[in-house]
């Protein structure tokens, strides 16, 4: 069973004894909502790699110069919000990330990463996975809780319960890790030199 913002966002206000909403645009504690739900909802997502924002693509090549000694160039989907995993049938090579493209030395890789959802609170198309949405439900209660009802022990009892939630749901298969990892690092340097800020491996925020 999955559940969408609307049925988050109520329980959340239960959970502080406030009324239910019937639409994001309500006013009141739905305003609040509107506005909060997705900037805690992508922090949420953020934290974890979960396996249901997660996509597993062959990315798109691309015809262009590559810089340094790289032999392909590849384009980060326009819906990714971080890459989790870049490798070949399996195995884990360098690559470099630049300019919001992927540099790589194969010509058939394999891209996982965690998608990015819409901004509008009102997308009611999203559904999200009962472990999640229960995380979800106490991480929202306990941030707009101290504005909903002035008491922050309220608010940092919900904040433990979203900690023993959240931990749950990891455990529970809710979301997957796929840390992917990189060739020693005298190998890096020998091949590519000192590359000061640019970013090589696995875990890298797509811009």
Known sequence: MSRNAIQITNSALIKLGASPISTFTDGGNA??????????????LSEHVWHFASELVTPAALNETVPGDWTYAFAIPPDCA?????DVSGEVYPYEIRSGKIYYDFSTPTLRYVKNFPADATEDAVLYPDSFAYALTCRLAAHVGVNITQNTKLSGDLMQEYMLAVGQARFSGACERFDQVTRAQEWLDSRHGSLGDVDIGARHTAP
């Open 31 to 44: 305003t609040t909502m509107r506005s909060e739900f997705p900037a805690i909802r992508n922090l949420l």
């Open 82 to 86: 971080r890459i989790t995993a870049f």
